[in-house]
C-alpha cells in the first residue's frame, strides 16, 4: 500500500508503503532499503518520505521514529522526532516540517533536531485529534500551510513559528490532500473538494461531479506546467488544466481507480501510488496519462 512518494534531484524515486522503503533503481527496478542491520533494529515500516533539496532522505519508521541517510538511502541513522509522522515539506528556508499525529514539528538543522511549532493550532481546536496533521504545503513566497483532521486549513507565513486559520473552511472530516498553486490559491481535498481565492480572501466549493459518491481526494500536485493533479480512493487520477476548476480523468494505463500517493520529479513526471497495484508513472509530462 503505497502512502507517500518522494523525488530526489538526482532523478531517483522513494516510495513508502506502510511495511518498507523502496527506492527505484535502473530500469524500473525497486531495492528494498534497510535501515540497520542491527538484531532486533531492523524494523521497516515506513509511512513518510521526503528528499530535501540537499539530497537527505527522511523517512518515518514505525518504532524507530524518523530515519535520515545523506548517501540516497545505502546507509541510516535516527534522528530527533519520534512522534507518527503523515507528511513532510521543505520550506523556503530549508527547513524541515513533519504533520504529525501530535501536532507540527520543525527541523532547522537538516532533520538533526526537531521542536514542536503548534503555537496557533489550539485556537480553533476543541480536541486533541486535531492535532493531528495529515497534510502540508509550501508555496514558492515561503508560505506553509497545515490541514488538519477536522479539516481546518492553517497558514504561516514565519517559517512555522506560528500558524492562523486560513479563512472560514470545514472541508469535511479530515483534509487529507493541500497544495499551493502558483498564483497564490490553495486546494484541500478531502471528502470534497475546495480552493481559496487569495484575490477574493475566501474559500469555494468545487464540484467535480454531480454523483454525491464522488471518491475522496489522497493528493494534490502541480507540475512546472502548471497542470494540478488529484489521486483520489476511487476515481484514479484526475488532472486540471485552469487550477482546480475543471477536472478529467488521467487514467490510461492505471489498472486501478484507487490511488494514495502523487509525486512529480525534477523531469515533470508524475509518479501514482496505489493501494495494491505498485507504483505508476506517467508516460506524457503534458497530460499525465500514467504507466506501471
Do not use: C
Request: proline fraction near 3%; hydrophobic fraction near 40%; avoid cysteine.
Amino acid at each position: 500500500m503505497v502512502m507517500s512518494a518522494a523525488t530526489a534531484p538526482w532523478g531517483g524515486v522513494f516510495v513508502a508503503d506502510g511495511y518498507a522503503l523502496f527506492a527505484a533503481k535502473d530500469k524500473g527496478a525497486w531495492q528494498k532499503l534497510i535501515f540497520s542491520r542491527e538484531p532486533g533494529l531492523n524494523i521497516t515500516s515506513t509511512y513518510a518520505v521526503i528528499v530535501t533539496s540537499r539530497g537527505d532522505v527522511l523517512a518515518y519508521v514505525s518504532g524507530h521514529g524518523v530515519m535520515r541517510s545523506r548517501d540516497r538511502g545505502e546507509t541510516w541513522r535516527r534522528v530527533g522526532l519520534t512522534q507518527y509522522v503523515h507528511a513532510f515539506i521543505e520550506t523556503k528556508s530549508g527547513s524541515i516540517l513533519a504533520g504529525t499525529e501530535d501536532g507540527i514539528f520543525r527541523s532547522s538543522d537538516d532533520g538533526e533536531s526537531w521542536n514542536e511549532r503548534s503555537i496557533g493550532l489550539s485556537e480553533r481546536m476543541a480536541g486533541l485529534i486535531q492535532f493531528r496533521i495529515p497534510a502540508l504545503a509550501a508555496a514558492a513566497d515561503g508560505t506553509v500551510y497545515a490541514a488538519t483532521w477536522e479539516g481546518d486549513i492553517f497558514r504561516s507565513t514565519d517559517d512555522g513559528d506560528r500558524w492562523r486559520p486560513l479563512g472560514e473552511y470545514r472541508g469535511g472530516y479530515p483534509s487529507r490532500a493541500l497544495v499551493a498553486l502558483r498564483n497564490g490559491d490553495v486546494l484541500a481535498g478531502g471528502s470534497r473538494l475546495a480552493r481559496w481565492d487569495a484575490a477574493a480572501r475566501s474559500w469555494h466549493v468545487i464540484q467535480r461531479s454531480m454523483d454525491p459518491r464522488t471518491a475522496e481526494i489522497r493528493a494534490l500536485v502541480q507540475n512546472e506546467r502548471g497542470v494540478v493533479f488529484a489521486a483520489t480512493n476511487g476515481d484514479g487520477v484526475l488532472a486540471s488544466f485552469d487550477g482546480g476548476n475543471t477536472w478529467q480523468s488521467a487514467n490510461e494505463g492505471l489498472t486501478t481507480k484507487q490511488v494514495l500517493t502523487l509525486a512529480v520529479d525534477t523531469q515533470g513526471r508524475l509518479f501514482a501510488g496505489t493501494p495494491f497495484s505498485g507504483v505508476f508513472r506517467a508516460s506524457s509530462i503534458g497530460a499525465g496519462v500514467p504507466r506501471q
